[in-house]
């Protein structure tokens, strides 16, 4: 069998370097990894929460990588073809080593319409969140917000805003219709806002209401 022709590295997309790494180009599969390697990493990371588990799962996925690049046929992207495997082996991680407590929206937020939008008022606080002296507490209100999601609405979340991949890639990565993701990502929208409405209105409460409920 006829080895293929080494493949440059600079001006190859991911297409034509999975095809070479396929044919036997290990040069060609070092480099398609070497592309997504971070986001990967960021993306376990973002779920595990732990740097040591991160490197484990990650050493795992670019394993199963390696072994499965036969089976990828580029019915979708490598890009989420590969972070597919990667949040089913760090979500798989995650239940196994530390399920925790985490928030059901079904239970916290259950006035929703069928098509997934909210029936009741969540407070505006997008004027408050402006405040520079407010930010960095804002944003350590919102990751513990996001940490306490349910997996199903935290990992939409997380590839969608955090990650930015678009909601049909959203949906690719986690073998789910659009509509799905659409919903979820709404309702884990909801629920962030709603925990930092709470924030605020508590910052926002008179110093001596604040001492008589401490």
Do not use: C
């Not at 080494?6 to 396929?22: G, H, N, T």
């Not at 019915?75 to 972070?83: D, G, L």
């Not at 239970?107 to 408050?128: C, K, L, R």
């Amino acid at each position: 069998m006829n080895r293929p022709e080494s493949v440059p590295r600079s001006s190859a997309d991911d297409r034509a370097l999975v095809l070479a790494a396929r044919g036997g180009d290990a040069g060609a599969f070092e480099e398609v990894l070497n592309r997504h390697q971070e986001r990967v990493l960021r993306v376990i990371y973002s779920i595990l929460k732990d740097p040591m588990d991160t490197e484990e799962v990650a050493q795992d996925v670019f394993l199963t990588v390696f072994a499965k690049i036969d089976t990828f046929r580029g019915e979708a992207s490598f890009t989420t073809w590969i972070h597919r495997i990667a949040v089913n082996a760090a979500l798989m991680a995650r239940r196994r080593e530390r399920p925790g407590v985490t928030v059901s929206l079904e239970e916290t937020m259950p006035a929703f319409y069928e098509n997934g939008h909210i029936a009741v008022d969540v407070a505006d606080w997008s004027d408050q969140a402006n405040d520079p002296a407010l930010r960095a507490e804002a944003s350590a209100v919102i990751q513990q917000a996001v940490d306490a999601l349910d997996d199903k609405y935290r990992t939409v979340f997380l590839l969608r805003d955090v990650e930015g991949f678009s909601l049909e890639e959203t949906a690719t990565i986690l073998e789910l219709g659009v509509p799905a993701v659409k919903s979820r990502l709404h309702r884990a929208r909801l629920y962030l806002r709603r925990a930092l409405a709470e924030y605020f209105e508590r910052r926002a409460e008179p110093p001596a209401r604040k001492a008589q409920e401490g």
